[in-house]
Nanobody, 121 residues
Framework: HVQLVESGGGSVQAGGSLRLSCVASGYIPSNYCLGWFRQAPGKEREAVAVINRVLGRKLYDDSVKGRFTISEDKEKNTVDLQMDSVNVEDGGTYSC???????????????WGQGTQVTVS
């Protein structure tokens, strides 16, 4: 059973940066995908970034390309999301998730963290 715990959320001014981190515990198959998702009030949850742990391939939603970076530290069992040049539309609850391949933005993610709040003003 995989447990995921996010941290690093908070308030940031538009144009600023924030780094989110997710620690995974329990067994995660080496071929599993890790991803970050966000949900703004009144909106559906959307995929932000996904990483293929085997190939190291990274996928990003068009809205964050060039601004956000997903990275993994396999020794620490963490997956981070570096958020740069944030804007108001980036606000919401960010959750990390793990799931089986194929590693796509709309893939099958079945383990979720509780989420961390990001507010952009």
């Amino acid at each position: 059973h995989v447990q995921l715990v996010e941290s690093g959320g908070g308030s940031v001014q538009a144009g600023g940066s924030l780094r989110l981190s997710c620690v995974a515990s329990g067994y995660i198959p080496s071929n599993y995908c890790l991803g970050w998702f966000r949900q703004a009030p009144g909106k559906e949850r959307e995929a932000v970034a996904v990483i293929n742990r085997v190939l190291g391939r990274k996928l990003y939603d068009d809205s964050v390309k060039g601004r956000f970076t997903i990275s993994e530290d396999k020794e620490k069992n963490t997956v981070d999301l570096q958020m740069d040049s944030v804007n108001v539309e980036d606000g919401g609850t960010y959750s990390c998730a793990a799931g089986s391949p194929p590693c796509e933005l709309h893939g099958q993610f079945n383990s979720w963290g509780q989420g961390t709040q990001v507010t952009v003003s």
